[in-house]
């Protein structure tokens, strides 16, 4: 077993005890199976950030909501759990096909690190040239995906009026007290700040 990179066509076995690769075309035939598998891996990548925003789309539509003050186990389970039995039913299917998805994509990225870990320096070269293609044909999906989570969680965020404008109320000996909104922690409502000014 090699623990440093180096160049040949005989990897035998390969990641499995029936697979051996003797010849030069059996190499390209294995590091050509290997780009198609990087490929698919960034694929994967960006369906599980878009599958996700498909369910929690569909939970929010089917009219099930925690309250602000939930517990932190509704972090943890789906809130589409907790509503009508058809929803219940739906939500849990959906949630089910999200954590196969995620538990395919883990396995991909394993196979993948143990292919790298056999230090040939064409498997690497394949993997490393796998991913680079799938960045390139799935990063600005990726890119734009997180933008719009991004952007929904800004217009999730409530603002009120005090928000805006920063309320600013003068006390005695030359400060100011500044009353701002907490959005952190759902328990706090609000953070009083003293501003001291230097005349």
Request: charged share 10%; aromatic share 12%; with cysteine.
């Amino acid at each position: 077993m090699h623990m440093w990179f180096w160049f040949g066509t005989q990897l035998s076995p390969f990641l499995l005890p029936g697979y051996n690769v003797t010849t030069t075309w059996g190499v390209v035939a294995t590091c050509l199976g290997l780009i198609a598998l990087a490929i698919t891996y960034e694929a994967m990548k960006t369906f599980q950030i878009k599958m996700h925003q498909m369910n929690k789309a569909a939970l929010a539509a089917s009219g099930s909501s925690a309250s602000e003050n939930s517990s932190l186990l509704y972090h943890l389970v789906p809130v589409g759990l907790t509503g009508n039995r058809g929803y219940r039913c739906q939500a849990l299917c959906r949630w089910l096909m999200e954590v196969f998805h995620y538990t395919v994509h883990v396995t991909l990225g394993y196979i993948m690190m143990l292919a790298a870990m056999t230090f040939n320096g064409y498997i690497f070269l394949a993997l490393v040239a796998g991913a680079a293609v799938g960045y390139h044909i799935f990063g600005p999906t990726l890119l734009a995906l997180n933008i719009s989570e991004v952007r929904r969680r800004y217009e999730d965020v409530p603002c009120e009026s005090e928000c805006t404008g920063g309320n600013l109320e003068t006390s005695e000996g030359g400060s100011q007290q500044s009353t701002i909104p907490a959005i952190e922690e759902p328990g706090i409502s609000e953070v009083n700040a003293d501003v001291h000014i230097q005349y």
